[in-house]
């Protein structure tokens, strides 16, 4: 018995010890966390902040290492679980571990990115056609909107925390068009996503045409795709030269200005 008892001594030790070494390196890293949390809000970048919803979901140890500066292994770890959940067609947890890993990370692009796509599509396509578990076709299309509304929450507050995120930008309008069935949020956001550093060409192209689906832009829609075709001829797609010719007739632009004169 002595000796057990001192075996469990021993291992209660190495645990508070264990658990101070973590603590103290936490306490270290603060002064230099605080730092950067200024200089990330003054940069413009919305942070996020660890509090007790964090600890409920990653646990007491899970939140130490958190504070200790090893967000990233624990946001690793969680990510795995999601995709696990997601296997599993747990959605309802996967919606809790996407959202624990992007509060651990919100600089992680991906993390946000495909937390919106798992939601808006993955989520709600699954709650739709699920009549097993709700035969009231009404109430997955209810559910079916959550998710989407949900998967458009992780966009929005993905490009909160990375504002020049063409990709986060480009989730949004995916989800506006695709999902919303919202044209001008779609044009706004792929907008956007053309004025990001690593805007891709197509971007710009989007946005206008989605513009010309939009009620009450068709003027301005008109005149952007105009700029686009008179630019060159790689512009003139078939799909630009037909919203062209649909706008001349909504706008009832004078055939001497129109593409084709005279037409």
């Known amino acids: 018995m002595p000796g057990r008892a001192r075996f469990f001594r021993s291992q209660i030790a190495a645990r508070v010890g264990a658990a101070l070494l973590v603590l103290a390196f936490g306490a270290l890293r603060l002064p230099f966390e605080g730092r950067l949390a200024a200089a990330q809000h003054a940069a413009g970048f919305g942070t996020v902040r660890l509090g007790v919803g964090l600890r409920e979901q990653v646990g007491q140890l899970g939140?130490?290492?958190?504070?200790?500066?090893?967000?990233?292994?624990?946001?690793?770890?969680?990510?795995?679980?999601?995709?696990?959940?997601w296997e599993r067609v747990e959605?309802?947890?996967?919606?809790?571990?996407?959202?624990?890993?992007?509060?651990?990370?919100?600089?992680?692009?991906?993390?946000?990115?495909?937390?919106?796509?798992?939601?808006?599509?993955?989520?709600?396509?699954?709650?739709?056609d699920d009549a097993r578990a709700q035969p009231r076709e009404a109430l997955r299309r209810k559910a079916e909107r959550e998710y989407i509304l949900l998967g458009e929450s992780f966009a929005e507050r993905g490009i909160a925390n990375n504002p020049k995120s063409r990709v986060l930008h480009e989730r949004l309008?995916?989800?506006?068009?695709?999902r919303l069935h919202d044209p001008c949020a779609a044009s706004a956001e792929y907008s956007r996503a053309a004025a990001c550093p690593d805007a891709m060409g197509y971007e710009k192209r989007f946005?206008?045409?989605?513009?010309?689906?939009?009620?009450?832009?068709?003027?301005?829609?008109?005149?952007?795709l105009r700029y686009y075709h008179d630019l060159s001829e790689q512009?003139?797609?078939?799909?630009?030269?037909?919203?062209?010719?649909?706008?001349?007739?909504k706008i009832d632009l004078p055939p001497e200005q129109r593409v084709d004169k005279g037409r």
Request: proline content about 3%; aromatic content about 12%.
């Open 63 to 85: 939140f130490l290492a958190a504070l200790s500066g090893f967000r990233a292994l624990v946001a690793d770890f969680v990510w795995i679980e999601a995709y696990s959940a």
């Open 91 to 128: 959605y309802g947890r996967v919606n809790l571990l996407c959202g624990t890993a992007t509060t651990l990370e919100p600089r992680n692009i991906e993390f946000w990115d495909q937390s919106a796509w798992h939601m808006a599509w993955n989520a709600a396509v699954h709650a739709r």
């Open 173 to 178: 309008a995916r989800i506006d068009i695709e």
């Open 207 to 224: 946005a206008a045409f989605l513009l010309a689906e939009c009620p009450g832009h068709e003027r301005e829609a008109y005149w952007l």
């Open 235 to 249: 512009e003139r797609v078939p799909t630009l030269e037909r919203l062209l010719r649909e706008l001349e007739k």
